[in-house]
């Protein structure tokens, strides 16, 4: 109790020291806890099934030049699987088709909404092994019943009672309708669950919804259709993948069974994985987890710089504790004692700090994070084991110092500001604080530069000003009355009909055999629909040939240079009605259109048809007068009301679609950079700590040069020139590393920036500047203290 009360005392006469170390330790230890949170929900994705271990989605690719894995798989694979391998316990299927419109019929009206996660055909394996549970009826087992979530079942039918009633679906390719009657109400999905679908239809009616997802098609993958599988015990992914390739011999023809593969990919990847479709990769998740410890290593820091900073103040109370029989054990824990306090504190300002922060991070990571301390088991061990790691790192260096001073020397004032650590120590840690800052620093520097370089290079393609419209129903009668309507409204510069956009994320890929060659090429092509205003309304160009004819009774091709250079043609103009086969179907090639940016810049350009058939046209794109947009808008949902007046509406800007691409990279930066402002923050208290420090070491110094006729400039010199090189120091460590590792984000880009001197200097040069407005006060303070002050005890 005795510590206690005498380290209260001593923060409250040195208010300044105090409230500045708990500010930079509330910072750097809120951050810990952010991330902390972050992290743990990320890692708990998918977590909650029983048996995740022996869970396993199968992915499939189609073998070529290389090979690029996706999460479908033929829809009779499942069936074969569970007949030909005693290693499978369990398979279930699923298919998913998202954004689709749901209806409920009402008493005299019919409710609509749009799911954007939309629904889910399930069999009922894949419930029983994913926990779902159900909050009660029954599961959809018949043909034409559905299970829906608590959450749906009150969005659709309020507080009436849903089982039994029945929801209607429609297929936006074909405007295939069905009725599904409710058995069954599921508990509500959690949030660790990359599965967002709340409405789940039997298996059974997924042929009646889609014909394409026939039985026996062994040739079409789509990642709409997946599969589940749990594992005997025992049994591993490895073991099932050899024996893939025989499965492969024995269901397909042999002229093509060496280019089909399969593979199984655990629960737990799932989520990270985000060359198939994870949300989240692993190395970011350490990298956040590395950047929260260097933030609480900088706050510790910067504690340790100011509490030896002001050792040599308290030296006589050291030496008057010592005479009077003050152990030096007993000393270190009175400076232990005055740490924990403020690190406490700094602990309880840094929770309740992050949770006020929480909804900026769920909102900027579209997450669910929640920081509850009696509930979150994990969350409880972490905060106590945090806060002790904090305590003994940043407490026992100058609590040792100081309870090392000698009495004698503490009382006559002999002691040197070597007895209070070293000024070299307070340097190197000074250093270690700003390599820091500088690794933020010049990361954000690179991540914001690739960022405005895939934001603003040419794409290939026309995407501004470019509103995507949805076709939920694919007849000619519709798209002519719609293109009719639209061509006619004012601020309307183009009309197109196509499968997607020229960067999408929906992607279908199929087979090409050229001009008569013996079997198909070694490569998949991205397969587009498109009329023939496509070309013109995305302002594509034309390398050779000419565009796809108005009317498609015959089947023609469009190819991108880069299929050209695959099919090992010397010239575009080579492929000029060469007969084709794509997707099974044979057609010309009338044209070639230059290469365009088909994905992010994560990916290079791939081998890309562009074909016309209505059949294909689920979108319509909409050039618009970016000067008439408020007045065009209104309009085009006018026309589109008029042409489907059963559906929702619905739209899109083509050049948000595109920023989508860089969502996780656009988190990323706004990330560091928020990391980078900490640190530099917490950089900044601790050179202050170190300017006060030589400020006091050279009070004598400054006093004497000031009486020879030293200037101000030249005194403030002295410092800067100290401050000069250190930060010199902290750069020729930093930079080293921040390429070698920002070299390796930039490999995840196909098409990146190079790491340029600028940036470099840019980094320096903010850093410069920070640390002028950081020590420039105390500085000056300094030079223009009274020389007969400092010189007065002489």
């Known amino acids: 109790m005795n510590y206690l009360k005498i380290a209260l005392r001593t923060l409250q006469r040195n208010k300044?020291?105090?409230?500045?170390?708990?500010?930079?330790?509330?910072?750097?230890?809120?951050?810990?806890?952010?991330?902390?949170?972050?992290?743990?929900?990320?890692?708990?994705?998918?977590?909650?099934?029983?048996?995740?271990?022996?869970i396993y989605r199968v992915l499939s690719a189609v073998q070529g030049a290389s090979t690029t894995w996706q999460p479908g798989i033929p829809p009779p694979m499942t069936e074969a699987m569970l007949s030909d391998y005693t290693f499978v316990e369990k398979a279930g299927r699923v298919a998913t088709f998202k954004?689709?419109?749901?209806?409920?019929?009402?008493?005299?009206?019919v409710k609509k909404f749009q799911e954007e996660a939309g629904f889910s055909f399930a069999d009922p394996a894949f419930f029983s092994m994913m926990h779902y549970p159900l909050a009660?009826?029954?599961?959809?087992?018949?043909?034409?019943?559905?299970?829906?979530?608590?959450?749906?079942?009150?969005?659709?039918?309020?507080?009436?009672?849903?089982?039994?009633?029945?929801?209607?679906?429609?297929?936006?390719?074909?405007?295939?309708?069905?009725?599904?009657?409710?058995?069954?109400?599921?508990?509500?999905?959690?949030?660790?669950?990359?599965?967002?679908?709340?409405?789940?239809?039997?298996?059974?009616?997924?042929?009646?919804?889609?014909?394409?997802?026939?039985?026996?098609?062994?040739?079409?993958?789509?990642?709409?259709?997946?599969?589940?599988?749990?594992?005997?015990?025992?049994?591993t992914a490895a073991m099932v993948n050899s024996s893939f390739p025989a499965f492969s011999n024995?269901?397909?023809?042999?002229?093509?069974?060496?280019?089909?593969?399969?593979?199984?990919?655990?629960?737990?990847?799932?989520?990270?994985?985000?060359?198939?479709?994870?949300?989240?990769?692993?190395?970011?998740?350490?990298?956040?987890?590395?950047?929260?410890?260097?933030?609480?290593?900088?706050?510790?820091?910067?504690?340790i710089n100011l509490a030896t900073a002001q050792a040599l103040s308290r030296s006589k109370e050291i030496g008057i504790r010592k005479v009077l029989g003050s152990l030096r054990l007993q000393l270190f824990r009175q400076f232990i004692t005055e740490t924990a306090i403020i690190a406490t504190s700094a602990m309880i300002l840094a929770f309740v700090l992050a949770v006020a922060m929480l909804p900026y991070v769920n909102h900027l990571f579209g997450a669910t994070l929640s920081i509850r301390l009696f509930s979150d088991v994990q969350l409880m061990i972490f905060l106590p084991v945090l806060l002790i790691a904090v305590i003994l790192f940043a407490g026992s260096y100058p609590g040792l110092i100081l309870a090392g001073f000698q009495p004698v020397a503490a009382l006559k004032g002999k002691l040197s500001h070597r007895h209070a650590g070293g000024l070299n120590v307070r340097k190197g840690l000074v250093v270690t604080q700003f390599a820091i800052s500088q690794l933020l620093i010049i990361g954000t520097l690179v991540i914001a530069n690739q960022m405005r370089y895939a934001k603003h290079a040419d794409l290939g393609f026309q995407k501004d000003a470019m509103v995507m419209l949805p076709v939920p129903v694919r007849d000619h009668s519709a798209t002519g009355t719609l293109k009719a309507l639209l061509t006619a409204t004012p601020g309307v510069e183009g009309v197109t009909f196509c499968g997607e956009e020229p960067a999408g994320h929906e992607t279908y890929i199929t087979d090409i055999r050229y001009a008569g060659r013996q079997k198909p090429e070694d490569f998949t092509i991205y397969l587009k629909g498109a009329d023939n205003r496509y070309v013109p309304v995305f302002g594509l160009q034309m390398a050779a040939g000419r565009n796809l004819?108005?009317?498609?009774?015959?089947?023609?091709?469009?190819?991108?240079?880069?299929?050209?250079?695959?099919?090992?043609?010397?010239?575009?103009?080579?492929?000029?009605?060469?007969?084709?086969?794509?997707?099974?179907?044979?057609?010309?090639?009338?044209?070639?259109?230059?290469?365009?940016?088909?994905?992010?810049?994560?990916?290079?350009?791939?081998?890309?048809?562009?074909?016309?058939?209505?059949?294909?046209?689920?979108r319509c794109a909409v050039k618009v007068d970016a000067d008439r947009l408020s007045a065009v808008m209104p309009a085009i949902e006018s026309a589109w009301a008029k042409t489907f007046p059963d559906h929702l509406y619905k739209y899109d800007f083509l050049d948000e679609k595109i920023?989508?691409?860089?969502?996780?990279?656009?988190?990323?930066?706004?990330?560091?950079?928020?990391?980078?402002?900490?640190?530099?923050?917490?950089?900044?208290?601790?050179?202050?700590?170190?300017?006060?420090?030589?400020?006091?070491q050279k009070t004598k110094e400054v006093g004497v040069r000031k009486v020879m006729g030293a200037s101000?400039?030249?005194?403030?010199?002295?410092?800067?020139?100290?401050f000069g090189k250190l930060l010199l120091i902290a750069f020729a460590i930093a930079a080293p590393i921040a390429w070698y590792v920002m070299s390796g984000w930039l490999q995840n880009f196909a098409y990146r920036i190079e790491i340029g001197v600028g940036i470099y200097a840019l980094a320096v040069l903010v850093t410069i500047i920070v640390a002028v407005l950081s020590v420039g006060y105390r500085s000056v303070q300094a030079a223009l203290m009274n020389p007969m002050r400092s010189l007065r005890s002489e």
């Open 99 to 109: 954004d689709q419109l749901v209806s409920v019929p009402q008493p005299g009206a």
């Open 250 to 303: 024995k269901y397909y023809n042999q002229q093509q069974d060496t280019r089909f593969q399969f593979s199984l990919q655990p629960l737990s990847d799932i989520h990270f994985n985000t060359e198939i479709d994870g949300k989240v990769a692993r190395q970011h998740l350490w990298a956040l987890s590395l950047t929260g410890l260097f933030l609480v290593i900088t706050a510790c820091v910067n504690f």
């Open 16 to 54: 300044a020291y105090t409230l500045v170390n708990i500010l930079g330790l509330t910072l750097g230890l809120a951050c810990a806890i952010l991330i902390f949170s972050l992290v743990k929900y990320h890692l708990s994705f998918d977590d909650f099934h029983p048996g995740k271990d022996r």
């Open 136 to 235: 009660k009826g029954d599961l959809a087992t018949e043909p034409n019943t559905a299970v829906i979530t608590e959450r749906v079942a009150e969005k659709y039918f309020g507080n009436t009672v849903a089982i039994g009633r029945t929801l209607r679906v429609i297929n936006r390719f074909n405007n295939n309708k069905l009725d599904f009657r409710i058995t069954g109400i599921l508990q509500n999905l959690p949030a660790n669950t990359d599965r967002r679908q709340e409405v789940y239809l039997s298996y059974q009616n997924l042929h009646d919804f889609h014909s394409g997802f026939a039985k026996d098609n062994w040739y079409q993958t789509s990642a709409i259709h997946q599969s589940y599988l749990l594992l005997k015990p025992g049994l």
């Open 712 to 722: 101000v400039q030249s005194i403030l010199w002295l410092f800067g020139k100290e």
């Open 659 to 696: 920023a989508r691409f860089y969502q996780l990279d656009d988190m990323l930066l706004r990330l560091i950079q928020f990391f980078a402002i900490v640190a530099i923050v917490i950089g900044c208290m601790g050179l202050y700590g170190l300017v006060s420090f030589m400020a006091a």
């Open 549 to 618: 004819s108005p009317v498609d009774t015959s089947r023609e091709y469009l190819i991108n240079e880069t299929t050209v250079k695959k099919l090992g043609l010397s010239s575009p103009e080579q492929a000029i009605n060469q007969e084709v086969r794509i997707d099974g179907r044979k057609g010309l090639i009338v044209g070639v259109v230059k290469d365009f940016h088909n994905r992010s810049f994560h990916e290079p350009i791939v081998p890309i048809c562009l074909t016309s058939g209505l059949g294909w046209y689920g």
